[in-house]
């Protein structure tokens, strides 16, 4: 078993969201554990994805000081003051496209609350809007994702390091908050701050960043998505405990988490996690170095505790990623349920009477029509779908399509609203909306054009 000198430095890290609307108590039991531990504390909340960024800024077009995170208040209130009182820093990309928006919301929340104003650095330069004219995004040909050309675009993000961050620690604050960053920089860069790590020791940047791609997720290496019945179980998921990195200066780390949660943290979990959006385990690519997980060693020392050692990492890619988002038209959908004798047949007759009434009505656009259940999550056709030879059940009919026009989305899902009365019998249950859709790409930026414009603001 391997014995850490007692002397060493630790730094701990722990995850309370691995999503936009994770769960908003997740942190809690977090905080109270560090409540009782020496040494350096942090507790990251990555709350950030391509779409979630592009509706944060339509929302940041509508309301300037909106389009940080939606969910802000309820991750930052029930552990601001603790955090605060305990030296627990917090790192967050709840900034999304209004970083400095999300500082002043936390500063309220601490005027709210009647407690200590903290100290906050606010990580710019994600938006390459701000420096890049459009014709030159539109030009740059596509890693990832739709063509980009002959698009109104709606927002441009660069994916930034962990450097950054770590500058702003530097500066002695409470919370860092940043926009678009890569994941693993939430943990990666307190990692740089608290060990003064250089951009060439690239075997612990590796090691910290595989750290972050564990975290980052939330309860992914916990158990949480591990889970499957009967297959692999794990205990009181209702109550999973969310991820803490044990960081030793060494580069060696275990992700565990916190007594007596649920959740199961073992060789299992951890690899699951290790390879989720991983294309080549050799080469994980983000902007501060290229990691490598293949010589990885994980070991069980204790339960729910996993040794992590070996990461190894090669020199930093010469261009950064970026996505970009385009408008793309309108997404209507419609549901109406049928259900008791011949439920079936009379689902089947009312997609036919929408198909036939969209065709009748000349709508142009990109349609689906669907009986939920077995067969319309894999697109299977109606012969292999489990409930072909039940006809007396409960089945619930789903349109979707995509228009340019809103007014041909409206009128789209007012055809199967119009079932109630125009289709078959005993329709109930109906729900439409209509939602503005984006559509998203990569790029690759040259990355000398990106770091110039990184700063960072006290609030």
């Known amino acids: 078993m391997f014995n850490y000198n007692r002397m060493s430095k630790k730094v701990y890290i722990g995850c309370g969201a691995g999503f936009a609307g994770d769960r908003y108590d997740a942190s809690i039991p977090i905080v109270n554990e560090f409540k009782n531990i020496k040494g350096p504390k942090y507790l990251m909340f990555e709350v950030l994805a391509e779409r979630t960024l592009a509706i944060a800024q339509q929302f940041r077009i509508q309301d300037k000081s909106k389009g940080y995170s939606p969910y802000l208040d309820f991750y930052i209130e029930p552990i601001l003051e603790d955090c605060l009182n305990h030296n627990i820093k917090i790192i967050s990309n709840l900034g999304a496209a209004n970083p400095i928006g999300a500082a002043k919301r936390i500063i309220e929340i601490a005027n709210d609350k009647k407690i200590n104003k903290p100290k906050i650095a606010v990580v710019l330069g994600d938006d390459i809007l701000n420096y890049m004219s459009k014709h030159d995004i539109l030009n740059s040909p596509t890693m990832e994702g739709l063509d980009i050309k002959n ?30 960053s890569v994941d693993s920089a939430l943990a990666l860069g307190p990692l740089i701050h608290e060990f003064k790590w250089k951009p060439d020791q690239l075997n612990m940047l ?8 564990l975290l980052e997720c939330g309860a992914q290496v916990t158990g949480a998505y591990f889970a499957d019945p009967g297959y692999k179980d794990v205990p009181d998921l209702y109550n999973v405990g969310f991820p803490i990195a044990e960081f030793n ?47 990885l060693n994980l070991i069980e020392e204790e339960e729910n505790k996993v040794l992590v050692k070996g990461g190894r990492g090669h020199k930093k890619p010469s261009h950064l990623k970026a996505t970009i988002c385009s408008e793309s038209g309108y997404m209507g959908e419609a549901e109406m349920s049928y259900a008791g004798p011949n439920a079936l047949h009379r689902a089947k007759l009312a997609i036919e009477v929408i198909e036939k009434r969209v065709q009748k009505i000349g709508l142009q656009g990109k349609t689906r029509f669907e ?89």
């Open 371 to 459: 009986i939920i259940g077995a067969g319309s999550v894999h697109f299977s056709s109606e012969e292999e779908t489990s409930y072909e030879n039940n006809f007396d059940g409960d089945y619930r009919i789903r349109s979707a399509g995509f228009f340019e026009k809103k007014e041909d989305a409206e009128k789209f899902v007012a055809e199967t609203y119009s079932l109630y009365c125009s289709g078959p019998s005993a329709g109930g249950g109906a729900r439409t909306s209509i939602t503005a859709e984006s559509s998203t790409a990569s790029i690759l930026i040259d990355r000398k054009i990106i770091d110039p414009q990184v700063k960072i603001e006290i609030i």
């Open 151 to 180: 698009t109104q675009i709606t927002a441009a993000n660069v994916y930034l390091g962990a450097f950054p961050i770590a500058d702003a620690l530097d500066k002695d604050v409470d919370i860092v908050i940043v926009g678009r």
């Open 206 to 213: 590796s090691s910290g960043t595989i750290c972050g791609h």
């Open 249 to 295: 200066e060494n580069g060696e780390f275990y992700i565990t988490k916190p007594k007596n949660t649920g959740g199961i943290v073992n060789k299992a979990t951890v690899t699951e996690q290790l390879l989720y959006e991983t294309h080549n385990p050799n080469q994980y690519i983000v902007p501060d170095v290229i990691a490598d997980m293949s010589q």
